[in-house]
């Protein structure tokens, strides 16, 4: 009896933590799966279409579906690498990226290419697509502004936050109604933990993953992410992920 007891205590336990790692959204259109891949990269699922983000620096995309639309959101190696785009790309696919990528794109892939600058939108594969400004604030940024694109995704209803390689900008503390963010976290290249928090709780999506927080310095302090931004509203559904497969 006593076993059968504990048995059930750890298949309990075990649904608990699946239910605790989901990573689906219900839409209007199905459920939204989110696949972290590594760093910045990620993939978004719903029905039949794909979305990858910034495929790049090995990411491993083996075992999703090929892409209807691939985001591309700044020129860094970590954003933008022209092999692994090329090595997931489908006949059909989209890129959506700035200018300043579009630039650097070989002739083949330029062809596959719509270009958004920062307040721009399109509809792609039943996506709306809006660019978004990231930077860095300060003289000399890394990330100047108009270079690169975060992105609001409209999903089945939803909306869906990239915040690439950014700050907590007055552009992504303006956000309204989003329902899923990504939030980079790296210094000296983004921003720190607080920041991030502070940010997060100005635009209160419903759900936000910390992403992109490898920085010069190993990695960023997600757990402490967390707990800023859940005692500042407990309702922010802070998922923790490994970006970094390995580490």
Same mark, same amino acid.
């Given at each position: 009896?006593?076993?059968?007891?504990?048995?059930?205590?750890?298949?309990?336990?075990?649904?608990?933590?699946?239910?605790?790692? #989901?990573?689906?959204?219900?839409?209007?259109?199905?459920?939204?799966?989110?696949?972290?891949?590594?760093?910045?990269?990620?993939?978004?699922?719903?029905?039949?279409?794909?979305?990858?983000?910034?495929?790049?620096?090995?990411?491993?995309?083996?075992?999703?579906?090929?892409?209807?639309?691939?985001?591309?959101?700044?020129?860094?190696?970590?954003?933008?690498?022209?092999?692994?785009?090329?090595?997931?790309?489908?006949?059909? #696919?989209?890129?959506?990226?700035?200018?300043?990528?579009?630039?650097?794109?070989?002739?083949?892939?330029?062809?596959?290419?719509?270009?958004?600058?920062?307040?721009?939108?399109?509809?792609?594969?039943?996506?709306?697509?809006?660019?978004?400004?990231?930077?860095?604030?300060?003289?000399? $940024?890394?990330?100047?502004?108009?270079?690169?694109?975060?992105?609001?995704? #409209?999903?089945?209803?939803?909306?869906?936050?990239?915040?690439?390689?950014?700050?907590?900008?007055?552009?992504?503390?303006?956000?309204? *109604?989003?329902?899923?963010?990504?939030?980079?976290?790296?210094?000296?290249?983004?921003?720190?933990?607080?920041?991030?928090?502070?940010?997060?709780?100005?635009?209160? $999506?419903?759900?936000?993953?910390?992403?992109?927080?490898?920085?010069?310095?190993?990695?960023?302090?997600?757990?402490?992410?967390?707990?800023?931004?859940?005692?500042?509203?407990? *309702?922010?559904?802070?998922?923790?992920?490994?970006?970094?497969?390995?580490?």
């Amino acid at each position: 009896m006593q076993l059968r007891v504990f048995a059930l205590c750890i298949l309990l336990g075990a649904t608990r933590l699946m239910a605790q790692s #989901t990573d689906a959204v219900p839409t209007g259109k199905g459920t939204l799966t989110v696949h972290p891949v590594q760093h910045a990269s990620l993939a978004l699922t719903i029905g039949n279409t794909t979305v990858y983000a910034d495929p790049a620096g090995g990411a491993d995309f083996k075992n999703l579906p090929s892409p209807d639309v691939i985001l591309v959101t700044d020129i860094h190696g970590d954003h933008f690498d022209t092999a692994a785009i090329a090595k997931v790309i489908a006949p059909n #696919t989209v890129l959506v990226v700035p200018e300043a990528v579009a630039a650097l794109l070989p002739a083949a892939l330029k062809a596959k290419a719509v270009v958004l600058h920062n307040g721009a939108q399109s509809m792609q594969a039943g996506i709306g697509i809006k660019a978004i400004p990231m930077y860095n604030l300060g003289a000399s $940024p890394r990330h100047p502004k108009g270079r690169g694109n975060g992105y609001v995704l #409209t999903i089945g209803g939803k909306q869906v936050y990239l915040s690439g390689d950014t700050q907590g900008i007055p552009e992504m503390k303006a956000l309204k *109604n989003i329902d899923v963010a990504f939030v980079c976290m790296n210094l000296p290249y983004t921003m720190d933990v607080k920041e991030a928090a502070a940010a997060v709780l100005a635009f209160k $999506p419903k759900i936000v993953y910390p992403y992109h927080y490898r920085g010069q310095n190993g990695l960023s302090d997600i757990n402490e992410f967390k707990a800023l931004v859940n005692a500042g509203d407990k *309702n922010i559904d802070v998922r923790l992920r490994n970006w970094y497969p390995g580490k």
